[in-house]
């Protein structure tokens, strides 16, 4: 039996289907589906987490490391660049004390002075490594974290100083590192940090440059 080599796809939930406001993204729009249509010389298995951190994905590579795949796809890092008024224990701890509604009116002050990080810099390139290096593929690719706006820099103070930064250390460390700065803006959603079919057509044909 002939064996397929593996494409394996780590991504937060930018990758994924959704329904937004103005409309909803099929999963047949996704570029991890666009992907699998079109290079069925692979084996594409794809890992996407909701909200993952980069350790939320570095965490689950004891699951495939036995799959030896010859290329492996990252998308992460917005998660972990956002600026944030709590970290993940104290958000939980104050949403389960039921104290979240009071808090909102200090959210944008404590985002701004605190500037929490699920995974500062330097935790974010150590389990950067750590992913790679677990996985061992042949080659690496990361894409990069999506353009800031002047509405979104307003909304997460630092975060567009903060996705230079972490799109160096995703540089670093990958063989081919696909720049998303020329996105259209009507491919990125409402929110940011989402992007519509447009968006998924657009991360798709850039990483065929490289796959």
Known sequence: ????????????????????????????????????????????????????????LRNQINYYMVLEPEIVLLQCGIVDAAPRAFGRLELEIVTKMRLLRFTKPFVSFLRRYRAHHYAAPKEFEQKLVAL???LNPKRFIALGILPSSSDYEIELPGITQNTVKYNA???????????????????ILSDNHHVNAIGQQFIFEQLQKVL
């Open 132 to 134: 790679k290096e677990g």
């Open 1 to 56: 039996m002939n064996v397929k080599p593996v494409l394996l796809i780590f991504t937060d939930s930018v990758a994924l289907p959704r329904k937004y406001p103005e409309g909803k993204i099929l999963w047949q729009e996704t570029y991890i589906a666009k992907i699998r249509a079109h290079y069925p010389a692979y084996d594409v298995i794809n890992v996407s987490i909701g909200g993952a951190s980069i350790k939320d």
């Open 169 to 187: 250390i995703l540089k670093k460390h990958s063989d081919h590192f696909v720049v998303l700065d020329d996105i259209p803006r009507n491919g």
